[in-house]
């Protein structure tokens, strides 16, 4: 069975300051690796997935992870964070065969202070 | 628009009853699933449904009940088995067995045990 390890359950950081999140899986099989975001009382909205191809990839608000099979880390870094950037992160795997139902980490509260 | 819909947003019920929280959907998904979120401990899969009138138990199915007997509905009910139902619920959609757009999720029931 796949598994997700988010190794923070929180992060403080201060606003402009660079932050990464920390997330590991366990797989036997080929995997698809997402990240959400999650605001208060709400529900998650994807912020970025790795499919294939470039282990690089990047979402439209500043936000980039990087898939290293090798160490099967999926780690979501940004260069500088904003205050709006607060919120918590669920890293997330689909396996490619049997069961096709995300498999969530634990979440990472990211608190950015001004 | 497309989406999820969730109801209703706070529910509270009393200990021995059944509530059903419920979940429709007008994106043309086939596949509905439904996630128990808790405190640290990110979200958990109770069942999920790939196509109508079939479904499947997730990781913690005991004390909750599914049907799916439309392909937008997808309501659970939490039986008087489920021992400590206060939680936060939530409903995700997807095209099944394409794992490009993730999830849609809707925006949750918050169900407490008074």
């Known amino acids: 069975a796949q598994s997700v390890t988010q190794l923070d359950s929180q992060v403080p950081v201060f606003e402009e300051a660079p932050v990464e999140l920390r997330c590991n899986y366990s797989?036997?099989?080929?995997?698809?690796l997402f990240w959400y975001v999650q605001y208060p009382n709400q529900g998650l909205q994807l912020l970025l997935k790795?499919?294939?191809?470039?282990?690089l990839v990047k979402s439209i608000n500043g936000f980039e992870a990087e898939f290293n099979k090798s160490q099967t880390s999926f780690h979501l870094r940004k260069p500088s964070v904003h205050i709006s950037d607060t919120a918590e992160y669920f890293c997330?795997?689909?396996?490619?065969?049997?069961?096709?139902?995300?498999?969530f980490g634990s979440g990472t509260r990211l608190q950015v202070q001004p | 628009d497309g989406g999820i819909t969730q109801s209703p947003k706070y529910l509270f019920r009393k200990e021995g009853q059944n509530v059903t929280l419920s979940c429709e959907q007008n994106?043309?998904?086939?596949?509905m699933y439904w996630y128990r979120q808790d405190p640290g401990q990110g979200l958990r899969l109770i069942y999920y449904?790939?196509?109508?009138?079939?479904?499947q138990k997730g990781d913690i199915a005991e004390g909750y009940s599914v049907s799916r007997e439309k392909k937008e509905s997808f309501p659970l009910t939490v039986t008087s088995a489920q021992k400590n139902p206060t939680a936060f619920y939530l409903c995700?959609?997807?095209?099944?067995?394409?794992?490009?757009?993730?999830?849609?999720f809707g925006s949750g029931t918050r169900l407490t045990v008074v």
């Open positions: 995700a959609s997807s095209p099944p067995f394409v794992p490009a757009n993730g999830y849609t």
């Open positions: 449904s790939q196509i109508v009138n079939d479904f």
């Open positions: 994106l043309n998904h086939d596949a």
């Open positions: 797989s036997s099989v080929s995997v698809y």
């Open positions: 997330a795997v689909r396996l490619d065969t049997g069961r096709r139902a995300l498999t």
């Open positions: 790795y499919l294939s191809g470039s282990t």
